[in-house]
């Protein structure tokens, strides 16, 4: 059964940077597109970056591309978005998602994470 959990949200200032983990267990197979979502408060959802992790093809959504990285470390089954000049706008709860092979911008994932909360204040 595939299992995603992610951490590494908080509160941080504008101008800050986070870097969030997706731990993930039970896959059984290599090529398991992992992305990032975001859903700002009374908003919906939206698709913030995406890996494959056969290939470390990475894609990123919106204005995003400037400012995260996404990568993985295959021997942790871990992904990682580091997110740096953090805006009041990037509040909001932060999940990540698995489905085959490819990466989506819309949310039709086939797993998700319980997702970590990022708060952008001064």
């Known amino acids: 059964q595939v299992q995603l959990v992610e951490s590494g949200g908080g509160l941080v200032q504008p101008g800050g940077s986070l870097r969030l983990s997706c731990a993930a267990s039970?896959?059984?197979?290599?090529?398991?597109?992992i992305g990032w979502f975001r859903q700002a408060p009374g908003k919906g959802r939206e698709a913030v970056s995406c890996i494959k992790l056969r290939e470390g093809t990475e894609y990123y959504y919106n204005d995003m591309k400037t400012r995260a990285t996404i990568s993985r470390d295959n021997a942790k089954d871990t992904v990682y978005l580091q997110i740096n000049n953090l805006k009041f706008e990037d509040t909001g709860d932060y999940y990540c998602a698995a489905r085959l092979v490819f990466c989506h911008v819309t949310d039709d994932y086939e797993y998700w994470g319980q997702g970590t909360q990022v708060t952008v204040s001064s």
């Open positions: 039970g896959f059984t197979r290599d090529d398991y597109a």
